[in-house]
C-alpha cells in the first residue's frame, strides 16, 4: 500500500514512517478518548418539564466546559429510572447520576423528610433549606439522608409549589373534594386526603397517572403545575385550587463514591455548573408555576384561590386534623423543631 523508498543503509522505508507515525498518533487519540469519563443522568421527567429543562442545561454547560474530560447522557421521562427507583439506583451505583424529588425518595432514608409536605409551614423554597441548613435538627436529618444513601447533591432542582387539580369542573370550595378518586404518591397525600374526606385514594406513580386520568381510576391529583403540563394531564384537567399548599424540591444527585473520585478539575466544574443551576432554577420555578397556571386556565379550566370564609375552613382543617396526622409522620423533636423554626 505504501511506495517504498531506501533511506540510508538502514534501509528504513518512508512506508514503514508513515505507518508508524500513524500508529503514534492513533494512540495517542486511543488515550486521551480513554481519559473521557462518561456518566449518566437519568430523570423521570417529561423533556418539557421545568426541572428537566434545567437538567438537561447542566449537562450541557458540564459537556462544553470539561470537553474530553467527562460526558454526560441525559435519559428522561424514565427511561432508566422512575420517580420512585431512581434513588436506589443512584445509591447502589447504577446510574452514576439521577434528578429526585424529595419529598417522594427521602422520607424512606429518614421519615423526618417528611415536615417539608405539611401545608403552610414554610414560605419558599430558601425557607424550607433553611431548616435542614440552620438547624441542628434539620441538619441533622440532612446529613443521615446523605450518609446512609451514600449520596451528594450538586444541584437544587425544585419541581415547583404544590396544587390540587381536578377532572372535576371546579374546585371552588373545601367540600368540593369531598368523594373525589385521588391519586397518592406518598404518607402526607393519605393524610391530607383522609382529612377532605375523599371517596377513593389511588397509589400510582407519575408514569401511570396520564392513563390513570384517561381511564377514570383517578380524577384528583396534588402536584406542581409543572407535571401537569409537562406529562400533559391537562388533557383531562378540567380544574385548579389554590394557594399553593407546600414547595417540592427536587435535586440533581449524585452517587458520592462516584463523585469524590472524579479528577478535582472535573469535580470543580461539576460544582460551578451545580451552582448556577440551583440559582437559575430556584429563581424561575415560581414565575415558571405561575406562567402554566395562566395556561391551563386560558385553555378553560377553571382555577380557584380560596379566600375568605374557605380559606379560613381549610386553615382549620389543615390545624385541627392534618397536622396531628402529620405529626405522627416525623420525631417528636423534630416536629417541635419546624414550629419553632418557622413561628407556628
Same mark, same amino acid.
Given at each position: 500500500?505504501?511506495?517504498?523508498?531506501?533511506?540510508?543503509?538502514?534501509?528504513?522505508?518512508?512506508?514503514?514512517?508513515?505507518?508508524?507515525?500513524?500508529?503514534?498518533?492513533?494512540?495517542?487519540?486511543?488515550?486521551?478518548?480513554?481519559?473521557?469519563?462518561?456518566?449518566?443522568?437519568?430523570?423521570?421527567?417529561?423533556?418539557?418539564? /421545568?426541572?428537566?429543562?434545567?437538567?438537561?442545561?447542566?449537562?450541557?454547560?458540564?459537556?462544553?466546559?470539561?470537553?474530553?474530560?467527562?460526558?454526560?447522557?441525559?435519559?428522561?421521562?424514565?427511561?432508566?429510572?422512575?420517580?420512585?427507583?431512581?434513588?436506589?439506583?443512584?445509591?447502589?451505583?447504577?446510574?452514576?447520576?439521577?434528578?429526585?424529588?424529595?419529598?417522594?425518595?427521602?422520607?424512606?432514608?429518614?421519615?423526618?423528610?417528611?415536615?417539608?409536605?405539611?401545608?403552610?409551614?414554610?414560605?419558599?423554597?430558601?425557607?424550607?433549606?433553611?431548616?435542614?441548613?440552620?438547624?441542628?435538627?434539620?441538619?441533622?436529618?440532612?446529613?443521615?439522608?446523605?450518609?446512609?444513601?451514600?449520596?451528594?447533591?450538586?444541584?437544587?432542582?425544585?419541581?415547583?409549589?404544590?396544587?390540587?387539580?381536578?377532572?372535576?369542573?371546579?374546585?371552588?370550595?373545601?367540600?368540593?373534594?369531598?368523594?373525589?378518586?385521588?391519586?397518592?404518591?406518598?404518607?402526607?397525600?393519605?393524610?391530607?386526603?383522609?382529612?377532605?374526606?375523599?371517596?377513593?385514594?389511588?397509589?400510582?406513580?407519575?408514569?401511570?397517572?396520564?392513563?390513570?386520568?384517561?381511564?377514570?381510576?383517578?380524577?384528583?391529583?396534588?402536584?406542581? /403545575?409543572?407535571?401537569?403540563?409537562?406529562? $400533559?394531564?391537562?388533557?383531562?384537567?378540567?380544574?385548579?385550587?389554590?394557594?399553593?399548599?407546600?414547595?417540592?424540591?427536587?435535586?440533581?444527585?449524585?452517587?458520592?463514591?462516584?463523585?469524590?473520585?472524579? /479528577?478535582?478539575?472535573?469535580?470543580?466544574?461539576?460544582?460551578?455548573?451545580?451552582?448556577?443551576? $440551583?440559582?437559575?432554577?430556584?429563581?424561575?420555578?415560581?414565575?415558571?408555576?405561575?406562567?402554566?397556571?395562566?395556561?391551563?386556565?386560558?385553555?378553560?379550566?377553571?382555577?380557584?384561590?380560596?379566600?375568605? $370564609?374557605?380559606?379560613?375552613?381549610?386553615?382549620?382543617?389543615?390545624?385541627?386534623?392534618?397536622? /396531628?396526622?402529620?405529626?405522627?409522620?416525623?420525631?417528636?423533636?423534630?416536629?417541635?423543631?419546624?414550629?419553632?423554626?418557622?413561628?407556628?
Amino acid at each position: 500500500m505504501f511506495k517504498e523508498l531506501k533511506i540510508g543503509r538502514h534501509g528504513i522505508t518512508l512506508g514503514l514512517a508513515i505507518a508508524m507515525t500513524g500508529l503514534g498518533i492513533m494512540t495517542a487519540v486511543s488515550s486521551a478518548q480513554a481519559q473521557e469519563i462518561t456518566a449518566r443522568l437519568s430523570f423521570h421527567w417529561g423533556p418539557k418539564h /421545568p426541572a428537566a429543562i434545567q437538567a438537561f442545561e447542566f449537562a450541557k454547560r458540564v459537556n462544553e466546559r470539561a470537553a474530553g474530560k467527562i460526558k454526560i447522557d441525559v435519559f428522561p421521562a424514565g427511561q432508566l429510572f422512575g420517580i420512585r427507583e431512581i434513588m436506589g439506583a443512584i445509591a447502589a451505583g447504577s446510574v452514576e447520576m439521577g434528578g429526585t424529588v424529595g419529598i417522594v425518595s427521602f422520607p424512606r432514608i429518614d421519615k423526618n423528610y417528611n415536615v417539608t409536605a405539611i401545608p403552610g409551614y414554610f414560605s419558599s423554597f430558601e425557607n424550607q433549606r433553611g431548616f435542614f441548613e440552620n438547624t441542628p435538627e434539620g441538619k441533622k436529618v440532612w446529613d443521615n439522608i446523605m450518609a446512609k444513601a451514600g449520596i451528594t447533591v450538586i444541584a437544587y432542582d425544585p419541581v415547583g409549589p404544590m396544587a390540587t387539580f381536578s377532572a372535576r369542573d371546579n374546585l371552588d370550595t373545601v367540600d368540593s373534594l369531598k368523594g373525589l378518586k385521588a391519586r397518592v404518591l406518598t404518607k402526607p397525600d393519605r393524610t391530607r386526603w383522609s382529612a377532605l374526606q375523599v371517596g377513593k385514594m389511588v397509589s400510582l406513580p407519575t408514569r401511570e397517572v396520564y392513563a390513570g386520568l384517561q381511564s377514570g381510576m383517578v380524577d384528583t391529583v396534588t402536584t406542581v /403545575p409543572g407535571a401537569i403540563k409537562g406529562y $400533559s394531564w391537562w388533557e383531562y384537567l378540567r380544574s385548579a385550587q389554590l394557594p399553593y399548599q407546600a414547595f417540592a424540591d427536587a435535586y440533581i444527585m449524585a452517587n458520592a463514591s462516584w463523585f469524590n473520585g472524579l /479528577p478535582d478539575d472535573v469535580r470543580k466544574i461539576m460544582n460551578e455548573v451545580g451552582a448556577e443551576i $440551583s440559582k437559575e432554577a430556584t429563581d424561575s420555578i415560581m414565575a415558571a408555576s405561575d406562567a402554566i397556571i395562566d395556561e391551563f386556565a386560558k385553555r378553560g379550566a377553571k382555577v380557584t384561590t380560596l379566600t375568605g $370564609s374557605e380559606l379560613a375552613k381549610m386553615k382549620k382543617l389543615e390545624r385541627e386534623v392534618m397536622e /396531628p396526622g402529620y405529626a405522627k409522620l416525623v420525631d417528636a423533636d423534630v416536629f417541635a423543631a419546624l414550629k419553632r423554626y418557622t413561628g407556628r
